[in-house]
């Protein structure tokens, strides 16, 4: 069993930068395949980074170069760096994570483990 838990959401200006953080408990990260997820009301579940175990990361084509997906194994923290913030970037954002081989990140259903979700809302 895993336990998620996000933090570091709130209300920036478009072009300002967030962190989120999501410490994870149960398994070891170094087992898991971990994501960031986002969802704006009246739209569907946005896959937005992941990052296997092995260190490789994905990043959606909305956030890419914008958004840093990282972790400390040792802390067991997943982090979403997010930079040039804009308006439509507001959402709710969850961290995710499954056991062994990543899914896609448009295969959120794959993903067994999730927080509470953080916002995220960006003004312009």
């Known amino acids: 069993q895993v336990q998620l838990v996000e933090s570091g959401g709130g209300s920036v200006q478009a072009g300002g930068s967030l962190r989120l953080s999501c410490a994870a408990s149960?398994?070891?990260?170094?087992?898991?395949?971990m994501g960031w997820f986002r969802q704006a009301p009246g739209k569907e579940r946005e896959g937005v980074a992941k990052?296997?175990?092995?260190?490789?990361?994905t990043y959606a084509d909305s956030v890419k170069g914008r958004f840093t997906i990282s972790q400390d194994k040792r802390k067991n923290i997943l982090y979403l760096r997010m930079n040039s913030l804009k308006p439509e970037d507001t959402a709710m954002y969850y961290c995710?994570?499954?056991?062994?081989?990543?899914?896609?990140?448009?295969?959120?259903?794959?993903?067994?483990?999730w927080g509470q979700g953080t916002q995220v809302t960006v003004s312009s």
């Open positions: 995710a994570a499954t056991l062994g081989a990543c899914p896609l990140l448009r295969q959120s259903d794959r993903y067994n483990y």
């Open positions: 990052i296997n175990t092995g260190g490789g990361t």
């Open positions: 149960g398994d070891p990260m170094s087992s898991l395949c």
